[in-house]
């Protein structure tokens, strides 16, 4: 038992398995799609629970039809939803979320109560011989992404070995094409060194330059109205982008900002991002009050300490048209 324990503790620091304070993680469905049941502890909050499962704690509290102002109480049981931010069925990376298979139920079945999950990887993740199930068995439907590391519990024998045996994946750094700087986008080139270079280095102050003079300055009212009303500089050039390639990706994402001095008087719009070509233009909106942008991706923030728990940045102008008002962590919903 001895030599198990530190294969144990490798493995589960590398593959990011861990078990919260409730045990296993036991998904459930309802109303308002897949979640979890969380029991609060003392000293737990929607912000801190919130953290621990990847999920802002406005969403939270609005999912459980909470009023954050409130707080919450030891005992009570609140549901967490899983969703394309903090939930994967797609790659077998994160902690196990489990289904209690019923009565009757095969694998089809299973697939289709939870999200519809490919049948090849309900079977590699349970290591099925056949597609035989028992009722009263527990699957591996999904894994949950956290935000922070949960609370560890004593795992199972059978976990023990099932975590020792794992080995790890070779990591594949994805190839992203260098953008092709347009001459009518030229301002874009020096935004791009100016920005990632700021949030490699979030304590140094920006720099702030001047913008660049024009012959036929845009009035302050249809400054503002573009920039208010969603359009944006890149709408056009999103429009043109989707006939080549139609809108194929939706996503709902945690964003933060970065600061530039560009943006609000011209309506050009940026972001950061992982996985997507630079250059590329993304349909932004906020699902609080259905406001929408065009920004354009600059570059990626992955290896980025300060961009922990982020799946995007936008720039401070993006975010200021949004009327986003938490400029530390918020949702977002993007297409592209």
Known sequence: MKNLLPVLLISIAWTGISYSQQGQLIVKSGDKGLHLDHTVVAKEGFFSIGRSYNVHP????????????????????IH???TDTNFSQQAGKGIPVYYRVGDKEGLMKVSNANNGVKLQSLRDWNKLPNDN???????????????????VSNPSKEEIKKVSEEKPVAKTEPVVEKPVVKKEDAPD??????????????????VVKEEP??????????????????QGYFKAHFDQQVKQQPVSKTETVTSGIFRTSYGLPDAKYYMLTDGVVPGTIIRIINPENNRTIYAKVLGEMSGIRQNKGLDIR???????????????????????
């Open 189 to 206: 080139k020096q935004i791009i060194k100016e920005e990632i270079k700021k949030t490699d280095t979030p304590e140094q102050k920006p």
């Open 58 to 77: 406005k969403h939270l509290a609005s999912y459980n039809d909470l009023d954050i102002n409130k707080g919450l109480n030891i005992g009570q049981t």
């Open 314 to 336: 936008i720039s401070e102008a993006a975010a200021i048209t949004l009327g986003i008002t938490d400029m530390e962590k918020f949702i977002l919903k993007m297409n592209y």
């Open 213 to 230: 003079k024009r012959t036929q300055p845009v009035p302050v009212k249809q400054q503002v109205t573009a920039s208010m009303s969603g």
């Open 80 to 82: 967490i939803p899983l």
């Open 133 to 151: 199930i028992k009722a009263g068995s527990r699957l591996i439907v999904g894994f949950l992404v956290p935000g922070e590391a949960v609370a």
